[in-house]
């Protein structure tokens, strides 16, 4: 398989998919990079049967990757409430570093989810959609929706409840 006529037949395409995803073009064109790069990795390690499959499924958990962690971000910027005192507003380098662990924490508990569970766990928690719209964007039951988002939210819930443990313990 040829790298250059998977990329010529598929990025315009694939550019435009991601551009209404995450509603920049730039964050997009990046995006695309991204996708041929790991393409082009897996490519020499195994032999990719449907080059435009393999190209959307990256494409796509890579934009939710990108939406769910610009969120996150706006969320912490958005959440702290300005106060008068100068030194409330700013958190300490403690506070951030134990933010950013938990973060760092919470993203790899969601990265262990199996693929389904965790693209329904992203559109719901991430892009707030319904179990029915998920439902129709994942082509599955309205009930498959709803066990899927309870056995990732159990997983999420009791690992994070153990690696904080396993943390306080150190």
Excluded: W
Excluded at 75 to 96: G, Q, R, W
């Amino acid at each position: 398989m040829n790298l250059e006529s998977v990329y010529l037949n598929h990025q315009t395409e694939l550019q435009q998919h991601l551009a209404r995803i995450v509603d920049c073009p730039e964050i997009a064109a990046d995006l695309v990079q991204e996708c041929f790069i790991i393409f082009s990795r897996e490519s020499q390690k195994q032999v990719i049967e449907h080059p435009r499959g393999f190209l959307f499924r990256t494409a796509r958990n890579l934009a939710y990757d990108h939406i769910k962690h610009r969120k996150v971000t706006e969320k912490h910027v958005y959440s702290t409430e300005p106060t008068l005192d100068i030194a409330e507003e700013t958190p300490s380098e403690e506070h951030l570093a134990l933010v950013n662990e938990k973060l760092a924490i919470f993203s790899s508990i969601v990265d262990e989810l199996p693929e389904r569970a965790k693209t329904a766990f992203v559109l719901n928690r991430v892009y707030g959609m319904t179990y029915a719209e998920i439902a129709v964007e994942l082509n599955i039951s309205d009930s498959a929706v709803e066990k899927l988002l309870a056995r990732a939210l159990l997983h999420c819930r009791k690992q994070f409840k153990n690696r904080q443990a396993d943390l306080s313990n150190d």
